[in-house]
């Protein structure tokens, strides 16, 4: 608002995802309509040795699908190699979702060419990075052991491996970076609210430089059962996978649990200038809400996601006429999806033919803490490439004519973004809405 505040722009990024490692495999792969889901009767669970058969088996589960990182082959096969990003001792140090948060924050920084900052630089370069479970594959597998075998055979890296803000924490040692430390874990809108926290820290001088974003792990069979039982899960597709997740589609009928993780480098923009960085984009607002209305249910009419698209624009000194496209929180979802359709209607009142929307989770499907964080950074990718991702799956609309905007189904299109939004929306009644935009 105050347009006193600092700018700040996106300099880096870094992706693990179920459609490959780093930006160019992904976003490739995403443009190109491809699918990462697949069935959970294919997947090796990372838990070698659980402490119980039943932790090691999605066996019984209604949904039997999942957005899956490939494990096998290293990154030229798309896959995460623990190996290839981590020092000797780090993988048994460190839960699976701080591994990969620190895969996409070296392939941010180096993205940005930041990997030789000066100890005057680190001192003013934070770290703002959350997940929204952290690691249930250490508590399950705790719990298991300490009733069976008690307080001797724990381990001491317990503590240290499920703190949410670990991941946070290994990278400020890794890295040397001393300006915040921070870990925000808002369910489903922890990356969202991890990049624009770390905005602010820029815009209000606390410091230059953010690595900023959100990390999940989550493909484990306590996620999906209580996802399942929570009814979110979708469960009419577990033959096949691939049309499982499909936002907007009438034949939606829940989410699909996905994991990885997004970084971006966020920099004030002067000193991004100096350094000579590559500018995607220019992160411009932020806008967050409450529902106050439920625990996993949205009001119908999306007030709490409205307010929070308001919020963000409002932030951003933009209106509804500025922007061209909106990456969609959608989950696919029966309720979840209806309600962000009319708070994006309500918002965009008058412009319903100027806007396109999509949700990139058809092909990702959800990825909980990190979602926030890998949909902001295809939302900058739109900004820079002028590519819109498409929605994968979305071939009907449910029945009386409310889903009439430009969904982008099933192939990219080509259209000049010059701002765009995404929201992100989380459990606890929580939504969050960012603002990206072409650097005048
Ligand atoms: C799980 O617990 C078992 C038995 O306590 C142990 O042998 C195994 O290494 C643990 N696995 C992980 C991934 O922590
Ligand atoms: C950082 O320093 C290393 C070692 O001197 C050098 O090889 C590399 O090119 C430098 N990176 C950048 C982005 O300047
Ligand atoms: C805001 O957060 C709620 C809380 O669960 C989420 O389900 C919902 O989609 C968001 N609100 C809307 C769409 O109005």
Redesign the pocket.
Same mark, same amino acid.
Do not use: I, K, Q, V
């Given at each position: 608002m105050a347009s006193n505040l600092r700018r700040v722009v996106v300099t880096g990024l870094g992706l693990v995802t179920p459609l490959g490692i780093g930006i160019e495999q992904t976003w490739s792969r995403l443009i190109a309509a491809e699918c990462g889901l697949v069935s959970l009767k294919d997947i090796r669970l990372n838990n070698d040795s659980p402490a119980h058969p039943r932790l090691a088996t999605f066996e019984g589960l209604p949904s039997q699908v999942a957005a899956v990182v490939k494990r096998e082959g290293g990154r030229a096969a798309g896959a995460f190699d623990g190996a290839e990003w981590l020092e000797r001792g780090d993988e048994k140090r460190m839960a699976l979702f701080t591994q990969y948060a620190i895969a996409a924050t070296k392939m941010a920084i180096e993205d940005a060419k930041y990997e030789n900052a000066t100890e005057a630089q680190k001192e003013r370069t934070g770290v703002c990075l959350g997940s929204g479970i952290g690691s249930l594959d250490d508590m399950a597998n705790t719990s298991v052991g300490y009733v069976e075998n008690g307080y001797r055979k724990m381990s001491p890296m317990f503590v240290p491996k499920i703190l949410i803000n670990m991941a946070a924490g290994h990278l400020t040692m890794k890295l040397g970076y001393k300006g915040p430390n921070h870990a925000a874990s808002t369910a489903c809108t922890t990356g969202a609210h991890s990049i624009g926290d770390a905005m602010r820290f820029i815009q209000f001088g606390d410091a230059d430089v953010m690595v900023a974003g959100g990390s999940e792990a989550c493909i484990h069979p306590l996620a999906v059962a209580g996802f399942a039982k929570a009814k979110s899960l979708a469960t009419r597709y577990n033959d096949s996978p691939q049309e499982a997740s499909r936002p907007f589609d009438k034949d939606r009928d829940g989410f699909v649990i996905g994991e990885g993780a997004g970084v971006v480098v966020l920099e004030e923009y002067e000193h991004a200038k100096k350094r000579g960085a590559r500018i995607y984009a220019e992160i411009k607002g932020y806008g967050v809400s409450g529902?106050a209305h439920h625990m996993? /249910? #949205? #009001?119908s009419d =999306?007030? =709490? /996601?409205a307010m929070a698209m308001r919020r963000a624009l409002h932030n951003a000194r933009l209106t509804a006429a500025d922007i061209q496209y909106i990456n969609a929180?959608a989950t696919s979802t029966q309720q979840?999806d209806i /309600?962000?359709n009319r /708070?994006i209607k309500s918002v965009f009142d008058g412009y319903h033919d100027k806007i396109a929307v999509s949700s990139t989770k058809g092909a990702i499907g959800h990825l909980l803490g990190a979602a926030g964080a890998v949909e902001a950074i295809f939302t900058v990718l739109a900004v820079k490439n002028n590519i819109l991702p498409p929605t994968l799956n979305l071939h009907a609309y449910d029945e009386g004519g409310e889903f009439n905007l430009n969904y982008v189904p099933l192939r990219a299109q080509e259209k000049i973004v010059n701002a765009a939004l995404t929201n992100s929306? =989380?459990? +606890? +009644?929580?939504?969050a809405s960012l603002c990206f935009a072409k650097v005048d």
């Open positions: 529902d996993t /249910a #949205p #009001p =999306g007030a =709490g /996601a929180h979840g /309600a962000e /708070a929306f =989380g459990f +606890g +009644g929580t939504n």
